[in-house]
């Protein structure tokens, strides 16, 4: 069965530091998201891509965080620099269509001290 | 800013009981989704049912939706202690959206054996 990856699955950092995470997501699927979830809550949209493109950043922490979808596949979410109130989970999911079912990734755990 | 707002945040029961939690939310949508998660992981999806539907059945899932009270249940009927874990509802908005989801802060279900 189909499975979107992501890695690493744990990452502990300093703050000040640079770190980034990897997703490929399900072969064929267009859409890809990028969500932060704090211990306790729902996960929070951070950007969007359809195929290549951002569709939606708005929650995106420009100053700080980036992410790109270079040939509209695999994406990567990087902080620079990361700060201590970044430590959540990050999780990855895809969509084969707009506005259905994602199917979502094991998540990279953050910790900054 | 979270939509959903899942009731109770918690819930505990014995193996063999049904457990109902309640989804509302603020604004039309064009469907609603419920997800699982089990602890450190990603999420799950579990049953989409769109504005125009009142009731979906998945397996021993039974998924309700009220548009006019804007909000939700999910009914896992016979629960197991498999099914420990927290239960999120999304909403896909109709106004503005670009086929994101709004998750709300999950339901922590515990089925004890």
């Known amino acids: 069965e189909a499975e979107v990856a992501q890695s690493p699955r744990y990452k502990i950092t300093e703050k000040s530091q640079a770190v980034a995470f990897w997703c490929d997501p399900i072969?064929?699927?267009?859409?890809l998201y990028w969500y932060r979830q704090i211990l306790g809550q729902g996960p929070e949209l951070l950007v969007q891509?359809?195929?290549?493109?951002?569709?939606?950043d708005s929650q995106l922490p420009k100053d700080r965080f980036s992410a790109e979808r270079l040939k509209g596949v695999d994406s990567t979410l990087k902080i620079q620099p990361a700060e201590l109130g970044d430590s959540a989970m990050y999780l990855c999911a895809s969509s084969s269509s707009f506005a259905g079912m994602q199917f979502f990734g094991p998540g990279t755990r953050l910790t900054v001290l | 800013s979270q939509q959903g707002e899942e009731d109770p945040q918690a819930l505990s029961i014995q193996e063999g009981e049904n457990a109902t939690m309640n989804c509302s939310y603020k604004?039309?949508?064009?469907?609603l989704q419920w997800y699982r998660q089990n602890s450190g992981r990603g999420l799950v999806h579990l049953i989409l049912i769109r504005s125009n539907e009142r009731e979906k059945h998945s397996g021993r899932l039974r998924v309700t939706l009220d548009t006019s009270k804007k909000s939700s249940s999910l009914l896992i009927t016979a629960s197991r202690a498999a099914d420990t874990a927290s239960y999120f509802c999304a909403t896909d908005g109709v106004a503005g959206s670009q086929g994101n989801l709004i998750f709300g802060k999950g339901t922590k279900l515990s089925v004890k054996p």
């Open positions: 604004t039309s949508i064009n469907n």
């Open positions: 072969s064929g699927h267009a859409t």
């Open positions: 891509f359809q195929d290549e493109s951002v569709v939606d």
